[in-house]
Every structure is written in structure tokens, then in C-alpha cells.
């Protein structure tokens, strides 16, 4: 995520500065009156620029989206960080590096709020599933995110008999399903356990970052 906002704060302090300058102007120094409506309008001229650039993204700075700018173009935005539904399906350990390199990591549920979000943003009308940063790889039956925070069963959203720990039909994956995804639409949610490093054609990837400030 980049600093959105750093060029425009650049630009206003050195409108505060020329501000400042303005309450101490002597009268009858002319030339000076003239440099101070000089450096003002290379200013506007700035600060423009800097608005059309926006403007350009496709958002306008108002107090109500001005965070939203933050946000790389196909990320959505909520609560101080940016999201990302994938198009494309990969493993667990695949899908977590794609965030990683784009700044983030695989999403993590912390509230009700979050999810509400999340069930909202989905593209798509039918449900599909996502690898979302839930594991149990550490220590089997013990859930927790990547940031090490245990899941809360209550209320539960495991699917029917889910985590079942599937080791495929004649036990050729010894290590079982240690890595979690989340089926979700706009009207329903539920996680299930699968394979991390096994590629499944329906588990596609969200990715959260904070936005920088």
C-alpha cells in the first residue's frame, strides 16, 4: 500500500508556511507582496495537479472516501485496512506468498463488522471459497490465525463435521488438512479445512494490508 496522502500534506504545509509568512508583511514592501503572490500560485498550481491525479484514480478527496484512495486499484477498503478477492485459485502456501508479496498477508476474521464486510464485498452472487490466514499446522486441532490469536468457536462457523482433517482416500496425504478456507456469499459463511500445499480449483484468495499512513 502506498503513502497517499504524503504529497498533499507536503503541499498544504507549505501552504500553512506561506500562511505564516502573510502576517508579516510590511506595509510598502512591494516587492515582497509580489514574491508571496508568486510562491501562492505555484502552490495552487501544485495542489491542483495533485487533485486532478486523484481525480484521475477514480476518487475525489472528501471526508468521506479520502482513506479510500489508499487502496491499490482492485483492493477494497474497511476499517483502517485494504482487501483483495483473487480471480485465480492456488494452494494455502501459494495463495499466502501472492499476499505476502503484495504487501499483506491472507486475510484474518477478527470481528462481526469484518465479516459483514467481507460477506458484502465478495464478488459475485454464489458462494465460492477462499483460503483465508487460519491454520491448525502447529499443533493439530488447536485453530489459530497467522497472528496467533485462537479461533473462537462461538458461535461456530465450521461446516457440518468440518474440521474432519481429510487425508484423502487411501491416506496418501499423511500430513491431513491443516489449512482453513472460508465458503462465503452475501447471505452465508462457513470455514473448512483442506489441504495446504494441494491445488483445488475452487479455492481462490483474500488478502488484507493495512493502509499506511
Not at 33 to 52: E, H, P, Q, T, Y
Not at 104 to 111: A, E, T
Not at 114 to 130: A, T
Not at 141 to 168: A, Q, S
Request: aromatic share 12%; proline share 2%; hydrophobic share 40%.
Amino acid at each position: 500500500m502506498h503513502r497517499c496522502l504524503k504529497d498533499i500534506s507536503f503541499v498544504l504545509s507549505l501552504g500553512q508556511k506561506f500562511q505564516q509568512l502573510m502576517y508579516f508583511q510590511v506595509k510598502g514592501e512591494k516587492w515582497l507582496l509580489k514574491l508571496k503572490l508568486l510562491i501562492l500560485a505555484v502552490l495552487c498550481v501544485l495542489l491542483g495537479a495533485f487533485l486532478v491525479a486523484y481525480k484521475v484514480q477514480g476518487q475525489s478527496l472528501t471526508l468521506t472516501n479520502v482513506d479510500e484512495v489508499c487502496c491499490a486499484v482492485g483492493w477494497k477498503y474497511f476499517s483502517g485496512k485494504c482487501y483483495f478477492f483473487s480471480d485465480d485459485t492456488n494452494t494455502w502456501t501459494a495463495s499466502r506468498d501472492e499476499c505476502l508479496a503484495a504487501g499483506g498477508d491472507l486475510v484474518i476474521i477478527s470481528s462481526i463488522e469484518e465479516l459483514d464486510f467481507l460477506k458484502r464485498s465478495k464478488p459475485g452472487p454464489g458462494p465460492d471459497h477462499y483460503w483465508v490466514g487460519l491454520s491448525d499446522a502447529v499443533k493439530e486441532g488447536d485453530w489459530r490465525w497467522l497472528d496467533g490469536t485462537k479461533l473462537n468457536n462461538t458461535p461456530r462457523y465450521w461446516k457440518g463435521i468440518e474440521p474432519d482433517n481429510w487425508k484423502g482416500k487411501n491416506n496418501e496425504y499423511t500430513e491431513g488438512e491443516d489449512c482453513s478456507n472460508m465458503e462465503i456469499s452475501s447471505s452465508r459463511f462457513s470455514l473448512w479445512d483442506g489441504l495446504c500445499d494441494v491445488q483445488i480449483a475452487i479455492h481462490k484468495r483474500v488478502c488484507e494490508a493495512k493502509v499506511s499512513k
